[in-house]
């Protein structure tokens, strides 16, 4: 099936953020395992894991658009030195994120495309449990400090 071109394009532009925001966890990731902080290390881990299933969904959609899936672009990551610096960075990731796949989903609704439209709203869910969870961390921060945080997130 012949996919809209600005539709394609988004889908795109969607897969570079997913594909950007897989790195990034990654890195966040394996930082925090090198710091001893397993729960974080686990809970980054599956967030990437998560955006690598969004990245193959879109994949998926583009082909099944007759489109050409565009892997070789990423966006600017953001690597933080600690870990608040890290929560932070990927709160502003996936607060992007949320914005792109609304904007995207309008686009969707505008060009009738409702299978496309049904798959970014599931993302999109996915992407706001994400930020909430990122979000009681950083909570959870301000209520104990950084040192009982960080206490908590051992082995």
């Excluded at 890195?27 to 980054?44: D, I, N, P, R, T």
């Excluded at 996936?94 to 914005?99: D, K, V, Y």
């Excluded at 992407?127 to 959870?140: G, P």
Aim: aromatic share 6%; with cysteine.
């Amino acid at each position: 099936m012949k996919g809209n071109e600005l539709i394609l394009k988004s889908l795109n532009e969607l897969l570079a953020d997913e594909l950007t925001a897989i790195n990034q966890y990654m890195v966040h990731s394996e930082m925090c395992a090198g710091w001893g902080y397993q729960k974080l290390h686990e809970s980054s881990e599956a967030r990437a894991i998560e955006e690598m299933k969004h990245a193959e969904k879109l994949i998926g959609r583009i082909l099944f658009l007759e489109g050409i899936p565009v892997v070789s672009e990423l966006k600017k990551i953001f690597i933080g030195a600690d870990v608040e610096k890290q929560l932070r960075n990927d709160v502003t990731a996936e607060t992007e994120a949320i914005q792109a796949y609304n904007t995207a989903i309008k686009l969707c609704m505008e060009q009738s495309d409702f299978g496309s439209r049904k798959l970014l709203e599931s993302i999109l869910n996915d992407e706001e449990e994400h930020i909430d969870w990122l979000e009681a961390q950083l909570e959870q921060i301000s209520h104990m400090g950084i040192e009982g945080y960080l206490g908590s997130q051992l082995g």
